[in-house]
Structures are given as C-alpha cells and as structure tokens.
C-alpha cells in the first residue's frame, strides 16, 4: 500500500494518493504516519495548502498520531502562508504537548519561516532558544539569520553571527550557506575585494566548504545584486555542468529564479523567459509561484504581451493559472486601459471556480466606473455580492457610482436586498449618499425611510408570524400525546360504557392475578364489583 502511494506521488496523481490513503483508513490495513506525511510532504511542494489541511485534518480525527516530521511540515506549511503566528503557535504545542522533541530540522523550517516574513529578530530569539536546549550552533540556521540581516541592509548583525558561529564551531565553518550572506555583508559595506576573495576561497580546490544548491543560490544571488551578473552567468554554467542528480545537487528552481531577477536586474528582458523556460533540462520543474513572480516582473516592465504569452505557455510545464496570475494581468490590462480585457481574465477566474478575493473585485470595479463601464461594474457586482463578503466601503463605492448617473432605483434595489438578508448593517454613510441621490433626481428623501420602516415591519410580522406558529404547533403537539394516553391516568372520570368496558377487561385480569396468587375470591363478589375494585386499585396505582 505504501508503494502504491508513492507511485501515484511521483504520477503526480496526488488527488488520488489522497483518496486512497484516506480509504485505507478503512481498510484491514490502516496507512502509517510515514505514508500520510509522504502524501502530506507532497501536497506542500505543489502549493496546495487547503487539501494539505483537509487532509491532515482527516488522519487526525482517524487516530493516527502525527511525529516530528508532521509538525515540521505543519510549520513549514503556516510559515508559507505568511501565518507566522499560527506557525509558532505549533511549535509551542510541541515543546510542550508532544511525546519527543523537536530537531535541527524544526529550527530550520521555523527560522527560516521567520527570516522570509520579516521576523528576523523572532528568528534570532528561536536560534539562542534552540542553544539553549543543548543543540550545537546549526551553520543553515545561522545562514538563513545571516541572510535576513543582508536583506535588512544590516551589514554589522552579518558578521556578529558569523563571527559568534565561529566561536561556537572552534573557528571551522564548513557548510557553504553561511558564505553567500557573507559575501552579501561585505557588498554592504563596500568590501567588494574581500567578498570576491571570499568567494575565491570557498571555490578553491583545496577548500573545505561544501556547497549545495542553496548555497550556490545565495552566492549568486550577492552577484546579481551588487553588480557582478558576468560573474554569476559563469557560477551558473559551473553549477549546471556540476549538476549530476542524485549525487550531486548544485541547481534547483530557486537558482533558475534567482537568474531570471538577475536578467531583469540587467534589462534583459526575453533571456530571463528563455532560461526560466529552460529549466526542464536540469529535471527542474516551475511552479505557480515561480511564474507568477516571472508574470509580475514582465508586467511591472510594461511587457503585457510577454506575460501574457507567458501565462498561455504555462499549460507546456503542467502549471494552471490561479487567482493571483489572472489579478496580475487584471491588473495590469487596467493601467494600459484594455478595460474589456480585464473584465475578460476576471470572468475566466470566476469560470474555473477560482475565488478572486475582495480587492481583485474593487480594483476592476473601480477602474469600469472610471472609465464609464457603469454596466458592467453594475453585473460584476450582482456577481459576486453573493460570493464575496463585502465591506462598507464596496457597497459606498457601488451606491455612489450608481447615483452619480442616476440609476437610484438601481440603489434602491440593493438597499431592499440589504435589508431582506441582513448580510450588512446599512450605516449613516450609505443612507446619506442614498439620500442624496434621491434628492439631485427631484425625489423625496423619505422614500428610503419608508423603505426601511417598511421592511422593519415585515420583519416585525415575520417574527409574530413564526412564534404564532411555533405556539400552534405546540399546542398541537400537547393535545397529540394527550390522546394517546388513558384519562384514568389523568383522574378523570368515566361514563357508565367505558366502566363497563374496562370492569371486563379488569375483571379477567383481577382472577388472573388472585389465581396465580393462591388467594379465594369470596362468592359474594360480583364480576362488577371485584372489576370496580380491580379499577379502583388500578387508579390508585397511577
């Protein structure tokens, strides 16, 4: 079963890996941990973080307990989407809930979590908190602090940890992550020999540093931007002719990435796409974020065509748009006024069951408006104020955009849906832009006052109507059991039909009772007296 998952991992059939897994559960044979994480692992490298939680979620309440690798995985997964605090809000679960302890691998995730939202002082309190658990100063951890620092243009907190690394490894740094933020502290403070001899001595054949992907990305990086893209073309073409997997890993889609913004960097605008489409020659595959970040530089370089063009060729990678490729052209059609085009590429989100958040729908609605589109900002509003939750300033927007051509009813009408579902309060703001609407038409400005009182009374009567109701059917409900129970139980009397009645029935049941008792009914007794006594008892039973 194990197997199987895996294969269906590397098809890419991972909707299938899941269902499957998740049917084993019920099954004579129950997956392990290890087969969920394989899935749950899987699941994070292609972005699809919903499916991620759904189905963590699953094996949960299914009782299989998650190890550290879940966690870590769980931690990587917040830290992605910039939910930092529900990120650290895991770890402090594993600290102080679960049966082990974290790992180097746990500090990794999380610093460099930390570091990539902007948390690098978080990320320096967790590096001395994972010291002080015992751990030997972890040289990823510190390169990943050490980077945070460069980007943060802090040159002086660069070499303080490479220096405090140092002490703590008795002066031999070896792994070649820390090397490219140093280099990056050096650029910083104007030390370009130092940094180029720095990067001639981790290189050198002699030296000791060993250098994976990562690390090369980071010292490509430090060339890109500080000028020395010559020198980072000729690492690159080193890096792919050392490219030999499985036993040597020296590119990967973050070196491609980093190439593609050195070509920007530079102006040169149609190599950054042909490398970034060429990566497929090193068994490297783009992501949705890689081409999105590819699509935002083209469109921020006012090459709308080319990304475009780009965004039709993602098909060719096994890559589908999503909301943010489609906002990003949106977006961009907007500032080059091709109107008709953004509302195309906002309906094409809609259509494949995306979910364009609230102010993908404001910016396009905003730029119809000024450009007149009143229509058609009007049918994308019915579109989506079921699916979206608007906010005040939306509805402001809408009501003022409406008035201003005169289409009050318009107005009026979105007010009276307002008012039937209760979705928004309908504020002072917005019923003073209706008010005014209606004046600048010649209209009376009590007509939205009686349309409020109105609906204010049918609410009244609706809520009269449904306790009415609920008394009735309560009502109902009484006299129901009522009728299903004896009236002697109650106390009640009994016309002289019923007596008979029951004295019969009784009367069989009394002998009954005195026979199997061994007791002599005397023979005075009557059937209708012994059935009244056997009553009478009954009664006082009840």
């Known amino acids: 079963m194990h197997n199987k998952i895996l294969k269906l991992i590397r098809e890419n059939d991972l909707d299938e890996a899941a269902l499957y897994t998740r049917h084993s559960v019920y099954s004579n044979c129950r997956p392990t941990i290890f087969t969920c994480n394989a899935v749950l692992s899987a699941l994070l490298r292609q972005s699809r973080y919903s499916d991620f939680l759904s189905f963590h979620r699953f094996i949960t309440q299914a009782g299989i307990a998650s190890n550290l690798i879940t966690y870590n995985l769980l931690i990587t997964l917040y830290c992605e989407c910039r939910k930092v605090d529900t990120a650290l809000e895991h770890y402090k679960r594993l600290i102080e809930d679960a049966p082990f302890e974290p790992s180097k691998a746990t500090y990794r995730v999380l610093v460099k979590g930390l570091v990539d939202n902007g948390r690098v002082d978080k990320g320096v309190e967790v590096k001395d908190e994972m010291l002080s658990k015992g751990f030997e100063a972890d040289e990823v951890v510190y390169g990943f602090l050490m980077n945070g620092f460069a980007k943060d243009k802090d040159g002086d907190k660069v070499f303080e940890l490479y220096e405090e690394l140092g002490e703590k490894l008795g002066g031999e740094v070896t792994k070649g992550i820390v090397f490219g933020p140093l280099m990056k502290g050096y650029f910083l403070k104007g030390m370009e020999d130092k940094a180029m001899e720095t990067f001639e001595e981790i290189m050198g054949e002699n030296s000791k540093v060993k250098m994976d992907e990562t690390a090369y990305n980071l010292v490509l990086d430090a060339?890109?931007?500080?000028?020395?893209?010559?020198?980072?073309?000729?690492?690159?073409?080193?890096?792919?002719?050392?490219?030999?997997?499985?036993?040597?890993?020296?590119?990967?889609?973050?070196?491609?990435?980093?190439?593609?913004?050195?070509?920007?960097?530079?102006?040169?605008?149609?190599?950054?796409?042909?490398?970034?489409?060429?990566?497929?020659?090193?068994?490297?595959?783009?992501?949705?974020?890689?081409?999105?970040?590819?699509?935002?530089?083209?469109?921020?370089?006012?090459?709308?065509?080319?990304?475009?063009?780009?965004?039709?060729?993602?098909?060719?990678?096994?890559?589908?748009?999503?909301?943010?490729?489609?906002?990003?052209?949106?977006?961009?059609?907007?500032?080059?006024?091709?109107?008709?085009?953004?509302?195309?590429?906002?309906?094409?989100?809609?259509?494949?069951?995306?979910?364009?958040?609230?102010?993908?729908?404001?910016?396009?609605?905003?730029?119809?408006?000024?450009?007149?589109?009143?229509?058609?900002?009007?049918?994308?509003?019915?579109?989506?104020?079921?699916?979206?939750?608007?906010?005040?300033?939306?509805?402001?927007?809408?009501?003022?955009?409406?008035?201003?051509?005169?289409?009050?009813?318009?107005?009026?009408?979105?007010?009276?849906?307002?008012?039937?579902?209760?979705?928004?309060?309908?504020?002072?703001?917005?019923?003073?832009?209706?008010?005014?609407?209606?004046?600048?038409?010649?209209?009376?400005?009590?007509?939205?006052?009686?349309?409020?009182?109105?609906?204010?009374?049918?609410?009244?009567?609706?809520?009269?109507?449904?306790?009415?109701?609920?008394?009735?059917?309560?009502?109902?409900?009484?006299?129901?059991?009522?009728?299903?129970?004896?009236?002697?139980?109650?106390?009640?009397?009994?016309?002289?039909?019923?007596?008979?009645?029951?004295?019969?029935?009784?009367?069989?049941?009394?002998?009954?009772?005195?026979?199997?008792?061994?007791?002599?009914?005397?023979?005075?007794?009557?059937?209708?007296?012994?059935?009244?006594?056997?009553?009478?008892?009954?009664?006082a039973t009840a």
């Not at 999105?292 to 096994?318: F, T």
């Not at 010649?442 to 609706?462: H, S, V, Y």
């Not at 005195?514 to 009664?539: F, H, M, R, Y």
Request: charged share 30%.
């Open 223 to 539: 060339f890109c931007k500080n000028g020395k893209f010559e020198e980072a073309l000729k690492l690159f073409e080193r890096m792919k002719n050392l490219h030999n997997p499985p036993w040597l890993l020296t590119v990967n889609l973050g070196s491609y990435n980093v190439m593609v913004e050195g070509y920007f960097l530079e102006g040169r605008y149609k190599e950054a796409v042909d490398v970034f489409m060429s990566m497929g020659e090193k068994n490297c595959n783009p992501d949705i974020i890689s081409f999105n970040n590819l699509i935002e530089l083209l469109c921020n370089h006012d090459l709308l065509p080319e990304a475009e063009e780009l965004c039709g060729r993602m098909s060719e990678k096994g890559v589908s748009p999503d909301e943010v490729t489609y906002g990003l052209l949106m977006g961009t059609c907007l500032k080059e006024n091709r109107h008709d085009d953004a509302a195309g590429y906002f309906t094409k989100m809609v259509g494949e069951n995306l979910r364009p958040n609230l102010s993908t729908y404001n910016k396009l609605v905003e730029g119809l408006v000024q450009v007149g589109k009143i229509d058609e900002a009007k049918s994308f509003f019915d579109l989506m104020v079921q699916k979206l939750k608007f906010n005040y300033a939306s509805y402001e927007f809408m009501f003022k955009a409406l008035c201003d051509v005169g289409r009050v009813d318009d107005v009026l009408k979105i007010v009276n849906d307002i008012l039937d579902e209760g979705s928004i309060d309908l504020n002072k703001d917005m019923q003073e832009i209706v008010k005014d609407g209606l004046k600048r038409e010649a209209r009376e400005e009590e007509e939205l006052d009686t349309l409020i009182e109105q609906k204010e009374k049918e609410k009244e009567e609706a809520k009269r109507r449904e306790i009415e109701e609920a008394e009735r059917a309560k009502a109902s409900a009484k006299a129901a059991v009522a009728s299903l129970l004896p009236s002697k139980l109650f106390g009640n009397k009994e016309d002289s039909k019923e007596s008979a009645v029951f004295s019969g029935i009784t009367d069989t049941v009394s002998n009954d009772e005195t026979q199997g008792s061994g007791e002599i009914v005397p023979e005075g007794n009557t059937a209708d007296e012994s059935g009244s006594k056997s009553l009478d008892s009954e009664q």
